[in-house]
C-alpha cells in the first residue's frame, strides 16, 4: 500500500511539473508535503533529478508541439 501511494504521488508530481505553472512548493504542498526539501528529496530519489530539473526537462514539450521545440533548438 504504502509502495502504490509513492507510486501515485510521483505520477502526479510529474504531470503537475510538466502541465502547470505552479511552484515546486505549490506542488508538493497539493501532494501533502509539508517540507518541499522533503518532497525534493523523494522526487530527486525516484526520478534521478530534480522537480526543477524535471521541469526544465520536460514541461515545455507538453506545453509546445515536438516540431517547435525541436526547430528552437537548432
Known amino acids: 500500500p504504502i509502495q502504490f501511494q509513492k507510486e501515485i504521488r510521483i505520477s502526479k508530481a510529474k504531470k503537475l511539473l510538466m502541465t502547470e505553472s505552479m511552484s515546486i512548493s505549490e506542488i508538493a504542498e497539493k501532494l501533502g508535503y509539508e517540507d ?9 530519489n525516484r526520478e534521478g533529478v530534480s522537480p526543477l530539473k524535471y521541469r526544465k526537462n520536460f514541461g515545455k514539450l507538453t506545453q509546445e508541439d515536438p516540431l517547435s521545440a525541436a ?4
Open 71 to 74: 526547430m528552437s533548438e537548432s
Open 36 to 44: 518541499i526539501d522533503d518532497f525534493t528529496r523523494f522526487f530527486k
